[in-house]
């Protein structure tokens, strides 16, 4: 999605920073874990077919990505994005007739970050994004029935299970964002701090 190509959305824990080719062989190398593969219901793909879908990715209007990097060593080491990279979250705004609907993807791919907030920072991050800059009122999260972790964290930040679905083992989560739920949502995120995306070395205009 251009919306976001020049977009950095700096958290605590997290940094989010549009998908840049410079990101692929490190995403590339990720997706040929299999347990990632059967987490995120992918197919391992080449390098120079993840290329072509960085740039799908980019460029399609129905698909908001960022990377998620490691704040501290970021920030603070003045590291490449490469090496800070723990993950990525997607928005894909595949309704038609429902353009207020975001469906939400958060992989955590680094071993050692899961299970320590970054997920969950994360995703309320890019949920803020998606209802202040993409006209979001509701969420959906569609997480393969093993992924026990994934599904607790979406139920704590107060999405619903609204369905099941045996054949693909999937279960689909919701959250309808009303005035409540968004100020909440907004308060959660009040500390991040949006800034200009320069160049993949992690470079800042603020």
């Known amino acids: 999605m251009k919306i976001n190509e020049n977009t950095v959305l700096q958290g605590q824990r997290v940094t989010l920073v549009p ?6 062989p490190r995403y590339h190398q990720w997706m040929q874990s299999e347990e990632l593969q059967r987490l995120t219901a992918s197919e391992p793909l080449s390098l120079e077919q993840e290329y072509e879908m960085q740039r799908s990715w980019r460029d399609d209007a129905d ?15 003045a590291c490449a994005d ?7 979250v997607n928005l894909f705004l595949t309704d038609t007739e429902d353009p207020t609907l975001g ?17 969950k920072e994360a995703t309320l991050m890019m949920m803020s994004y998606g209802v202040t800059k993409l006209g979001i009122t509701k969420f959906e999260a569609k997480i393969g029935q093993e992924n ?11 999405f619903k299970e609204v369905a099941v679905n045996s054949i693909f083992q999937e279960v689909t ?21 949006e ?12």
């Not at 026990?148 to 107060?158: G, P, V, Y």
């Not at 160049?199 to 205009?205: C, K």
């Open 103 to 119: 469906e939400i993807e958060i992989m955590i791919a680094e071993p050692g970050y899961r299970g320590r907030g970054f997920g």
């Open 63 to 77: 698909k908001c990505t960022f990377i998620v990097l490691d704040t501290e060593r970021w920030s603070r080491q």
């Open 19 to 24: 998908y840049m080719s410079a990101h692929v």
């Open 195 to 206: 800034k200009s995306y320069v160049e993949p070395a992690g470079v800042l205009a603020t």
């Open 173 to 193: 989560l919701r959250l309808d964002v009303g005035d409540q739920e968004r100020q909440w949502l907004l308060e959660q995120t009040n500390h991040v701090e």
């Open 148 to 158: 026990e972790a994934s599904i607790c964290m979406f139920k704590k930040l107060h």
């Open 82 to 88: 490469e090496d800070c990279m723990v993950g990525d």
